[in-house]
């Protein structure tokens, strides 16, 4: 177990709807970063918030939106959803970039399935 | 743009064997490189890390050696047994202080070791 949490684990919805996911991060990290896991795009990072503020964003589409809240919990929220947007979410933490330890920790992730 | 390249996509080895995976990275600022495995449908774990001012790095029987004048680096996994089986990815990432490290992932290996 990584002390990274998120909810829900499975996730079945539809075309065009909407959805939020939830990360936890470990106590005492202040960054949480969003990865998406397909099986044609690999791994590749959405996001990243350092306590509460944006500082990074990858190839996150317009759809997509995230933030960080003051007890540094994160939510990702995909919109309009896509078939071609099914796919595993995984969220990471770790303490502030740069300064060590900065290993990123993931959580268990969130399988997301659009219909 | 930032890119790493992962080599084999597949690898199948006899218990007891020695198995290598291989990687390039492209932006030459990279200074952080760990190690990913992930087991189906679980989250990606870290295995072992090494950064750029450190040519070799060794945890039981997993070691990591870096060559920053080839901008490469690879995992070597010795004694290898079924439990290894897995995916493995390499990751790059700069460790600057107050910026971000996102990760930037290889397309992984399917290692597979036969009993």
């Known amino acids: 177990d990584s002390g990274v949490t998120q909810t829900p684990k499975h996730l079945i919805t539809a075309t065009g709807q909407r959805v939020t996911l939830r990360c936890s991060p470990r106590s005492g990290d202040l960054s949480v970063y969003w990865y998406q896991q397909s099986l044609d795009q690999g791994l590749q990072f959405l996001i990243q918030y350092y306590n509460g503020e944006e500082r990074a964003k990858g190839n996150i589409l317009e759809r997509f939106s995230a933030q960080q809240f003051p007890d540094l919990h994160s939510e990702l929220n995909l919109s309009s959803l896509e078939l071609g947007d099914s796919a595993l979410y995984f969220c990471?933490?770790?303490?502030?970039?740069?300064?060590?330890?900065?290993?990123?920790?993931f959580g268990p992730g969130t399988r997301l399935t659009v219909l | 743009g930032e890119n790493v390249e992962q080599h084999p996509s597949t690898l199948s080895v006899q218990e007891g064997d020695s198995a290598v995976i291989k990687c390039t990275y492209s932006d030459s600022a990279s200074n952080y490189f760990p190690w990913y495995k992930q087991e189906l449908g679980k989250r990606p774990q870290l295995i072992i890390d090494i950064r750029s001012n450190v040519g070799e790095k060794k945890d039981q029987r997993i070691a990591v050696t870096l060559n920053k004048t080839a901008k490469h680096f690879s995992l070597h996994i010795t004694e290898t047994q079924p439990e290894d089986s897995a995916v493995y990815f390499c990751a790059a990432s700069r460790r600057n202080g107050g910026a971000t490290n996102k990760l930037i992932f290889g397309t992984g290996t399917l290692l597979a070791v036969q009993p």
């Open positions: 990471a933490s770790s303490r502030e970039p740069g300064l060590a330890p900065d290993t990123q920790y």
